[in-house]
T-cell receptor, first 109, second 112 residues
């Protein structure tokens, strides 16, 4: 099956700093989503971004489908940004989501 | 209020007992999914359904069963055959598999 790798696995930031999270995938995809898992375990939708660039407040994401990667940018980080960030993909021929291993982000005041 | 509802939020089960986790959605989505998450790990697919009365096994289906009798509902039964059932279970739905998926709040199952 498809391999989905996220980097870095862990990230510690000072409040106000910027960061870039990366998601690499090994096959062509027609669906890519970024999620934030909060401390209570709920997965919050951040972006549905199979290609192109989107922005939502301090967060933005870019997917370059031809090169098989996606980036999530967090600017001016806040303590509430802490948690685990997952990307999930569906291949062009598949019918299920494959999740990456996640990036655990800690923002310290 | 539209969305996906999982219940209960916490569940304790004695070893050897079957238990059913509920997942209901009012988003009119065709596809529904069950995932399992172990501490510090990513999500692994248990079962998915793309249409009523049809479902397929995911990567870790052994010891689990599902039904999809109604579009809105996709219950998951954790059977006594599941060797390590203690985990966090998440349900999701989408219009189609290639479209945006939304998750419920999850059920934490503990076997005592």
């Amino acid at each position: 099956g498809i391999q989905v790798e996220q980097s870095p696995p862990d990230l510690i930031l000072q409040e106000g700093a910027n960061s870039t999270l990366r998601c690499n995938f090994s096959d062509s995809v027609n669906n890519l989503q970024w999620f934030h898992q909060n401390p209570w375990g709920q997965l919050i939708n951040l972006f549905y971004i199979p290609s192109g660039t989107k922005q939502n407040g301090r967060l933005s994401a870019t997917t370059v489908a031809t090169e098989r990667y996606s980036l999530l940018y967090i600017s001016s980080s806040q303590t509430t940004d802490s948690g685990v960030y997952f990307c999930a993909v569906v291949t062009n021929t598949g019918n299920q989501f494959y999740f990456g291993t996640g990036t655990s982000l800690t923002v310290i005041p | 209020d539209g969305g996906i509802t999982q219940s209960p939020k916490y569940l304790f089960r004695k070893e050897g007992q079957n238990v059913t986790l509920s997942c209901e959605q009012n988003l009119n989505h065709d596809a529904m999914y069950w995932y399992r998450q172990d501490p510090g790990q990513g999500l692994r697919l248990i079962y998915y359904s793309q249409i009523v009365n049809d479902f397929q096994k995911g990567d870790i289906a052994e010891g689990y069963s599902v039904s999809r009798e109604k579009k809105e509902s996709f219950p998951l039964t954790v059977t006594s055959a599941q060797k390590n059932p203690t985990a966090f279970y998440l349900c999701a739905s989408s219009y189609r598999v290639e479209q945006q998926a939304f998750f419920g709040q999850g059920t934490r199952l503990t076997v005592v």
